[in-house]
């Protein structure tokens, strides 16, 4: 069987299975008659049925904001804002801002947007992690109080050094053992901006010799110089991503804190980091870890996509190409595709990669019953009709969407000279060519049945017109007679229509996991250098007004969007997707 039958095979398993399960969300049953829990979702139902937490789940989502979303991030939102849909819960979005030198109050405003296009509403009002300083530093104080914690002097390099290796123990620190009220005076010190960056930090007091490397004296807080985005220069310390972060959610009264499966090691740390807070009677948080999304062909880091932006190899956050939120809202997928498309693969344990075809299939599957259909010619081939008046315009009317009856029609002008897609037509075609060629009839799509006559060529020997006639009574693109055309062609009206640039993508990279770093190559290297084409194309006069946020199916060719740059007088489209998978074509016939 070919790759391509097993795609569809397995797409078309993915959808009845898919429906399926919507069909379980929407009617009344308990989650727990739907056959196919995920393990989160088996958590949830055991805590929920042994009344733990009062019942209660809330959970949340941490960006940092040190750039904008991505798929990947899209994911985690569907995952836990879709959490608290199903169990009549609560999400939280919480901004993870300790790190005041990357962060920036862009990015926040960009993370909300992305958020409610998806569909989702947080909880209250947003919650930043740096809302919780000054509760930070009390925890921190309680701690050192409590001899849990210590102002150690040893330099980045001394501390990695005396951490040991995951094989061999550690080495204590020479300042671990120092009083109480030493380790409150410095640290005191630290926040009051009276010590130097990198000369002193706090430590959590644990196990140098734990074979977690996570519990050899983790750091808490370190000192650093930077204004912050929200609390400006009130602080001079800031606390480490594992103390604060386990402690917002104790704060913030989260259940179920779920993180990627990097953080499994973190884990007994987030949980020895609670124990020293946790009051009786008050939530205590669980950390859950599931698989990061990877997407073939696509990097997800936030790192690489700033570089992408920086070094110009995209146009910005939001270029098309990105794997972004807005790189993917201004090419035109849906919020309901990214959800449909979070369903789909579900929620792994083990990390895995995920082909970028299935994303584009629920694109497709969204977009054919909303897009509305226009006709639009790429790569123009003009069609002179011989025995039709010269100056006649007829409207002709086009249904917008055969999936959606409410959609109606519009009317298209037919004239005497039209384009139709060069590729449609053939000179020595074979029998099996469908399409137009000297003496073959084919049907206009909503206008009439034309047989071609005549080619025209310029003195290179290239084709530039076709002279055909058609027939008056085919009218609607209806067989007046019962005769049959195999082909049917979309065109467009020579005298009436509108030119637009059209944007094609392809995908950024070329190799399937950009992210693999193979023979001191880096990870542009494999950057594609066709993923953006531009071309000209004419259109049919209805999306002279089209309006930025609709979508388009260009008949037989595939689904568009106007970019955001797009104006009436000078129209832009973005491809969104073809109609099929042409990479599963590609591999059919390899
Ligand atoms: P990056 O590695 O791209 O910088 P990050 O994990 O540092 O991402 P955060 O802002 O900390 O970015 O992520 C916010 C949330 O989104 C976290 O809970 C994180 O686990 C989750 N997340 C990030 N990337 C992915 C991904 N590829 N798949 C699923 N969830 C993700
Ligand atoms: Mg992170």
């Known amino acids: 069987m070919s790759s391509s039958k097993i795609e569809i095979i397995f797409d078309t398993y993915i959808v009845s299975h898919f429906k399926k399960k919507l069909f379980y969300m929407t009617t009344n049953e308990s989650k727990t008659e739907k056959s196919s829990l995920n393990f989160i979702e088996q958590i949830i139902e055991k805590d929920l049925k042994e009344g733990k937490n009062n019942k209660a789940i809330h959970v949340r989502f941490p960006p940092e904001p040190n750039g904008y979303l991505h798929i990947g991030h899209a994911k985690s939102i569907c995952l836990n804002f879709g959490l608290a849909e199903a169990y009549d819960g609560t999400c939280n979005l919480r901004f993870d801002d300790t790190n005041p030198s990357k962060e920036n109050i862009e990015y926040v405003e960009s993370i909300k947007k992305d958020i409610e296009w998806l569909g989702f509403k947080w909880h209250e009002q947003p919650k930043f992690t740096s809302d919780y300083f000054e509760q930070l530093y009390q925890y921190a104080i309680s701690m050192i109080k409590a001899g849990h914690a210590y102002v150690c002097e040893q330099s980045a390099e001394e501390i990695a050094e005396y951490k040991g290796t995951p094989t061999t123990a550690g080495k204590e620190s020479t300042w671990r053992n120092r009083p109480i009220d030493e380790s409150l005076e410095w640290f005191e010190k630290m926040k009051n901006g009276e010590v130097e960056e990198g000369k002193m930090s706090l430590r959590a007091k644990i196990d140098m010799s734990s074979p977690n490397m996570h519990l050899r004296d983790p750091l808490m807080y370190r000192i650093k110089r930077a204004s912050h985005h929200r609390t400006g220069n009130d602080w001079n310390i800031y606390p480490m991503y594992d103390f604060a972060h386990g402690q917002s959610d104790y704060i913030e009264g989260i259940t179920h804190s779920i993180c990627t499966l990097e953080f499994e090691v973190h884990r007994p740390l987030y949980d020895w980091f609670l124990d020293q807070i946790i009051e009786e009677g008050h939530i205590r948080p669980r950390q859950i870890e599931f698989a990061r999304l990877n997407l073939s062909y696509t990097v997800m880091s936030k790192r690489k996509l700033l570089q992408l932006v920086e070094e110009g190899h995209v146009s910005g956050w939001d270029d098309p190409r990105m794997p972004t939120i807005s790189g993917i809202r201004r090419r035109g997928y849906t919020p309901k595709s990214m959800r449909t498309f979070a369903e789909m693969i579900g929620v792994a344990k083990r990390d895995n990669m995920i082909d970028l075809g299935k994303l584009e299939f629920a694109v497709r599957e969204d977009l054919n019953k909303i897009a509305l259909r226009r006709m639009a010619v790429m790569d123009p081939l003009k069609v002179v009709i011989t025995n039709y008046p010269e100056n006649k315009i007829e409207h002709l009317p086009a249904v917008n969407n055969p999936e959606d009856e409410t959609a109606g029609e519009r009317m298209i002008p037919f004239s005497r000279e039209i384009y139709i897609e060069r590729e449609d037509f053939m000179e020595d075609a074979p029998k099996k060519f469908f399409r137009l060629s000297v003496g073959r009839e084919v049907r206009l799509r909503y206008a009439y049945f ?64 950009p992210q693999k770093i193979e023979n001191g190559q880096n990870f542009l290297d494999n950057l594609n250098p066709d993923s953006l084409k531009t071309i000209t194309a004419f259109v049919e006069p209805s999306l002279g007004e089209s309006r930025i946020g609709e979508h388009f199916q260009f008949e037989r060719i595939g689904y568009f969007c106007p970019d955001y740059d797009s104006k009436p007088n000078q129209l832009i489209f973005n491809k969104t997707v073809g109609l099929k998978d042409s990479w599963a074509k590609l591999a059919d016939k390899d």
Request: a negative charge.
């Open 450 to 513: 034309i047989t071609c006559n005549e080619v025209i060529k310029n003195e290179q020997g290239e084709i530039v017109e076709l002279r055909a006639t058609y027939d008056p009574e085919s009218k609607g693109g209806k067989s007046p007679d019962g005769r049959k055309v195999k082909g049917t062609l979309h065109w467009v009206s020579a005298q009436e229509n509108k030119q637009a640039q059209i944007n094609i993508y392809d995908r950024l990279f070329n190799v399937e996991d």
